[in-house]
Structures are given as C-alpha cells and as structure tokens.
C-alpha cells in the first residue's frame, strides 16, 4: 500500500511538473483572459439572458480577440518605425561624427563601435518584427481561456467550493470574498486610470503641440488601449511624440511631452494613484497596497500589479485566522 501511494504521489508530482512546463510559455495570456474575463463577466450575465451563456461568451471572445488583433497590428507599425526612426538617427550621427576632422585613434574607435553597433541593431529590429506571429499566438490561447471562463464561470466557481475542506469552509468563503473584492476593487482602479491616461495623452499631445487635435484624440485612443497590453503601457505613446519633436530639432517640447508623459501617463500614476484607488475599495492600508503592487511587479512583471495585492490582502486573512486559532487554544 505503501509503495502504490509513494508510486502515485511521484505519478502526480511528475505530471504537475510538465503540465506547469506546458503552460508556462501562456501564462501570461491565461492570466489576463481571467482577470478580464471577471471584468466582463456582469456584461455576460446581461448578454446570457438574451442570447445564452455560449453565444454570449463567443460574442464577448470574439469582440476582444478583434480588439486585441487590432492592437497587434498598431503596436507592430508603431513600434516598428520608432525602431527605424532610432535606426536612422543613429546611422546619419555616426556618419556625421566621421565626417568630422577627429583624430585618427577617435575615428577608428568610432568605425568599430558603429561596425558592433549597427548590425546589432537591426538584428534586434528585425527580431521585433517577427515577434507578432508569438504574439497572434498568445492571443489565440487568451481567446480560448477567455470563452471557457465566461462560458463555465459557475461550474468553475462551484468546483472551487466544492474543493474546500468542510473544517475550513468558513475560512475558505473568506478567502474567496477577499480576493473577490481586491480583484474588482483593482479592476475598477485598472479601467478607471486607464481612461484618465487616454484623456490626459490627448490633452498632452495637443499642449505641447506633438499633432493636431484630431491625431490626439487616436493617441489618447492607444493610450487607453495600450495600457492594457504587458510591457508596453502608455509611455509607448508620449515616447513616440517626444522621439518625434527631438527628430525635429524641438527638444524643449521633446523633454516637456516626456516628462508630462512619465508623471501623468505612464509609469507614474500606476504606482501612486492606482494604491490609492484600490485601497479605498478593499479597506486596505496606501502602503500595503503599494507595497504588493511594487513588489508584485518586480517579481512577476505587469501582472504583479494585480497578483501582489491580492497575495498581501490574503496574508492578512490567513494572519487573523492563525491569530484566532492561537486564542482559542490558549483559552
């Protein structure tokens, strides 16, 4: 009996290990279909009654995997001639700098680090380039874990309870309730900002005179919807617009857009105003939840910021629990 249960116990631990090895590469996606699937879930339950849970859930997939296709293709153009533009520049101040009357030993230090440097360069844009099948890739795998999310939301959500000891069901609901409450209280905060950022890019790129105000109203546009996408953010946008004004030679306004774009775009606000916001929802401490977002991102990236709350907030439901079952012992 022994050796059947140490035989399954490594039979389980083997599979867990190559199924985590399986999903790794998608984590990613996996964990922004669920955290937006949650969001759009109250629309779902609207859409449910008039046309079923499936075809709700396609419909709500579909919408998102377009939108998301959307935002593939404006993120490969953008940042593809910013890469040419930074291409360009670099190329014209190399062959500016050997044009002039240096030294011998400048020159041929200047010829080498161009001869490292260039082909560097355009090995690191042409791998960007290439990247976007990686990336249709892991939408595809955000669309399936999108639709099933919405599509078997209360099967999933009874199988949870369902897989709590009955001993700890009340400590359990507990749980469930506090990561419920960060988890929409860092939703809303997330959509919240998310519009203001838009707003404030339009208002910026007009201010400093980047476009006209119909080419700020697109930027805002991206600015909100970039927000949403890992690594990138907003500042893509205000760097666009400042790399574009210090191409023609208005550096002033350059360092102006950059800095209204660090401190009310991105990354600022996404580590001061956003702790505030979740933490008036969740009764939770500004620091802690800076804390758990700051630490959370350093740790595990973009989505740190809604994982590092939400592990801090159900620290300090597993400390009151201990707490609780110390007391009762002692008395």
Known sequence: MRASTVVLAALVVVVLYLSWRVVSPFLEPIFFALVLAYA??????????????????????????????????ELAMIFVNLLNSIYSSVVSSFNWLLGLPLPSEVLGFLEGFRDQLIPSLSQYISSQAFSLPRYLLQLLVFFFAFYYTLAYWEGISREIRALMPRKH???????????????????????????????????GFVAFGVSDIYTAIVAGFLTFLFSFVPLFEGWMIWAAGALYLALNGSYFRAIGIAVYGFVLVSPLPDYTVRPMLVARDTDLDE????????????????????????????????????KRVIETRVS
């Open 169 to 203: 069901r009340e400590l359990g609901e507990e749980i469930m309730e506090r990561v419920n409450k960060t988890l929409s209280a860092l939703v809303r905060a997330w959509l919240l900002l998310n519009v203001a950022k838009g707003i404030l890019m339009a208002l």
């Open 287 to 322: 620091t802690l939840v800076f804390i758990g977002m700051i630490g959370g991102s350093l740790a595990m990236g973009l989505k740190g910021l809604i994982v590092g709350p939400i592990v801090l907030n159900l620290l300090l439901v597993l400390l009151k629990e201990w």
């Open 40 to 73: 759009a879930y109250p629309l779902h339950e609207r859409l449910s009654r008039r046309i079923g849970a499936n075809y709700s859930a396609l419909a709500l997939s579909i919408g998102f995997f377009g939108l998301g296709v959307f935002v593939a293709f």
